[in-house]
């Protein structure tokens, strides 16, 4: 694990030196990589969201596509169709950019439902069904959506069913003073976000490594009293009196594989309660549904997870 842990610990630095500013954000991220877990990412223009997603395919090798969604993007726009070649005289897929190993779906709040939901088969099964054939996907298959969290004209809220499909929503804040000025250093020295030679990148690992990487978080040992702690955990957040949706039992198993991915990045062979605690907000904060009196109180998701945290009892080690 010692070696495994050090070539993440490369990938992460790597990382943080061309996204500055956003370290945290950049680990929850590879604890979902390393969970086979998909990820929203929400924050306002300009703060590195799609950067940070094509730097990080391109240290690890991965094929990269990038979708710009909008409101008359249909679902074969993504998934793909089979269109008739007169030389062959039969019919051949043309892929959709779904088939890659990481999907960037820039504003995915930007197209309706009917597309939005062309997704869900791909996030859930890690396969595509396009006229009745079953197409698999690649065995890395990852959904990164980034979503302004500032827009609301013209935008469609993605339902429950589908949000459950994320593991993670990461909210994408603004930077540091210091990383700011980091940022103003490296303009000042010609480096350009946009103007970035991704192909100038030294792969730090492969796409070989990461799945090598999933298998070994499956390894992780897990104690029944933290089994117990986190059941306890997701039960609470059904019993507490501002909420009017709770944790699924999908989000308990996502809950545990996020845990065990915390754990593989600090280098332990085992999870502790701060591993469970570490990746509850941003694995429930768009799972749980507040009672709209609480909404009208100012109650907060963020608050109301951290009061679930407070009265669940942390197990001994």
């Known amino acids: 694990m010692t070696s ?5 610990n490369s990938l992460r630095t790597a990382i943080t030196k061309v996204v500055i500013g956003q370290t945290d954000i950049v680990d929850q991220l590879l604890i979902a990589l390393l969970s086979n877990g998909h990820v929203i990412l929400e924050g306002v223009p300009g703060t590195g969201k799609t950067l940070l997603v094509k730097v990080l395919s391109k240290l690890i090798k991965a094929d990269f596509n990038r979708v710009q969604l909008t409101p008359d993007i249909l ?14 005289r039969d019919f051949i897929l043309k892929k959709g950019p779904i088939f890659t190993e990481i999907l960037l779906a820039d504003e995915i709040n930007r197209t309706p439902p009917k597309t939005q939901s062309a997704l869900l088969e791909a996030m859930a099964e ?29 935008t469609y809220p993605l339902p429950e069913a589908q949000l459950d499909r994320f593991l993670f929503k990461l909210a994408v804040d603004y930077p540091s003073l210091e990383a700011e000025k980091q940022i103003l250093l490296n303009s000042q020295a010609g480096f350009k976000a946009s103007k970035l030679d991704l192909d100038k990148l030294k792969a730090i690992a492969t796409v070989e490594d990461v799945l090598a990487w999933r298998e070994q978080v499956q390894k992780i ?17 059904r019993n507490y009196a501002d ?29 502790t309660p701060d591993d469970v605690k570490s990746v509850a907000p941003p694995l429930l904060c768009h799972r749980l549904i507040l009672k709209p ?22 197990p001994r080690e």
């Open 126 to 154: 890690q396969q595509v069904t396009l006229d009745g054939e079953t197409i698999a996907l690649p065995g890395l298959f990852w959904v990164v959506a980034t979503q302004n969290s500032l827009e609301f004209e013209g």
């Open 293 to 314: 009196e609480a909404q009208l109180d100012g109650i907060e998701i963020q608050t109301a997870i951290a009061s679930i945290l407070e009265q669940v009892p942390v």
């Open 4 to 8: 495994s842990n050090s070539l993440l």
């Open 75 to 88: 679902p074969l726009d993504i998934l793909g169709t089979n269109i008739f070649d007169f030389n062959s």
């Open 221 to 237: 040992q897990v104690a029944d009293n933290i089994l117990d702690y986190l059941v306890a955990l997701v039960r609470q957040t």
């Open 243 to 271: 909420l009017s949706l709770g944790a699924s039992p999908r989000s308990t198993v996502a809950w545990l594989q996020a845990a065990k991915a915390k754990a593989f990045l600090s280098n332990k062979d085992y999870v």
